[in-house]
């Protein structure tokens, strides 16, 4: 601005000034860390990284966008989940009633266990059953007490059936976790989530993605000068 003041009118001089400050505050409050200690109601020891990473889901939630976390396997993907229901019910006004993660069958029970292992308080219920019967069930349950679940864990199975996938559309979500995300095409996302009422929405990935990269590094260098 310094440079076009010769040429331009003093009022514009002020404007671009006035907007390059708003730059630098708004890239200070990008850098400042929100998250800095886990949630009470998370029993295991999170890592530098699935701090940071923990961090990152939160800035994106409370900016409203959906978003991606892409880690290899075995780096806690589930466990940040689970810290993020739990940092969010800890932490922001008015989030109660359960968040909802679509899952494949084959890591059904893992998720289930993992809720149980790491945050004990955190209630779940789970909407799977090949009974019948018991499904049925598990739809009255659903209808009469969702409320009363932080977290809801079925499969994408059981949420192509059309009497369960319009039981869900019916019920508001805080979070819509959407697991195994690369192994989910397009057109199958897209019917998934497009009609569902949820405030978030969470994919999660085993690709290594950019951002995911950028995470693990900055965690390595701050582990390495400590």
Not at 73 to 94: D, R
Not at 96 to 111: E, F, R
Not at 180 to 202: A, D, P, Q, Y
Request: aromatic fraction near 8%; glycine fraction near 4%.
């Amino acid at each position: 601005s310094d440079a076009l003041e010769p040429f331009v009118e003093s009022k514009v001089i002020a404007h671009l000034r006035a907007n390059k400050k708003n730059v630098k505050s708004s890239a200070a409050a990008e850098d400042k860390i929100i998250v800095n200690v886990q949630p009470e109601s998370v029993t295991s020891t999170l890592r530098d990284y699935q701090m940071i990473g923990l961090d990152w889901m939160v800035r994106m939630h409370l900016k409203g966008m959906p978003f991606i976390l892409g880690d290899e396997m075995g780096l806690g993907k589930t466990l940040q989940t689970i810290s993020l229901i739990a940092y969010l019910k800890e932490h922001v006004p008015n989030f109660s009633g359960p968040s909802l993660v679509i899952c494949p069958l084959s890591v059904l029970y893992s998720w289930c266990n993992e809720v149980k292992k790491h945050a004990p308080s955190l209630k779940y219920f789970r909407f799977h059953a090949s009974d019948p019967v018991e499904r049925e069930n598990q739809k009255n349950e659903m209808m009469r007490g969702s409320l009363a679940y932080d977290i809801v864990i079925t499969t994408y199975e059981m949420a192509k059936a059309p009497s369960v996938s319009s039981l869900i559309r019916a019920t508001y979500f805080n979070l819509l976790v959407l697991d195994e995300g690369h192994i989910i095409k397009v057109s199958r996302l897209t019917m998934f989530n497009c009609h569902w009422n949820s405030e978030r929405k969470l994919t999660l990935s085993r690709a290594w993605s950019r951002k995911s990269a950028k995470l693990y590094e900055k965690s390595t260098r701050r582990t390495a000068s400590s």
